[in-house]
């Protein structure tokens, strides 16, 4: 999880842990303050394995830019899920100049 890692180092003035939850918030379809501001892995872990019949898992795989086999449990989704999101932030914020 190179990008998750690399987040949570950046300085807390640049606000990238608050761009990672907007990005969550906007590819999940849920309201930002739904989005944690702590405990992120384990929090998406926990919506994946309370939404997955509830959602287009393949929808949302493709709104996010990610590949993933059909075989692996929620707890590998989440963690995917989280460093592409991340990854995600950190370009933009690296193509901004903002990092």
């Known amino acids: 999880m190179k990008f ?3 987040l949570k ?5 640049l606000n990238l ?17 739904e989005v944690p501001n702590q405990n992120l892995l384990e929090w998406l872990n926990e919506w994946l394995e ?6 287009d898992l393949a929808q949302l795989l493709y ?5 993933i086999l059909s075989a692996e449990r929620p707890q590998e989704i989440a963690a995917k899920i989280l460093e592409r999101e991340a990854q995600k932030v950190i370009f ?3 193509y901004s100049g903002k990092i």
């Open 4 to 6: 998750w890692h690399q």
């Open 9 to 13: 180092q950046v300085p807390a003035h």
């Open 17 to 33: 842990l608050e761009d990672l939850r907007a990005q969550l918030a906007k590819d999940l379809g849920i309201e930002l303050m």
């Open 50 to 55: 309370a939404n997955l019949n509830k959602i």
């Open 63 to 67: 709104r996010i830019d990610l590949e």
């Open 92 to 94: 933009r914020a690296q």
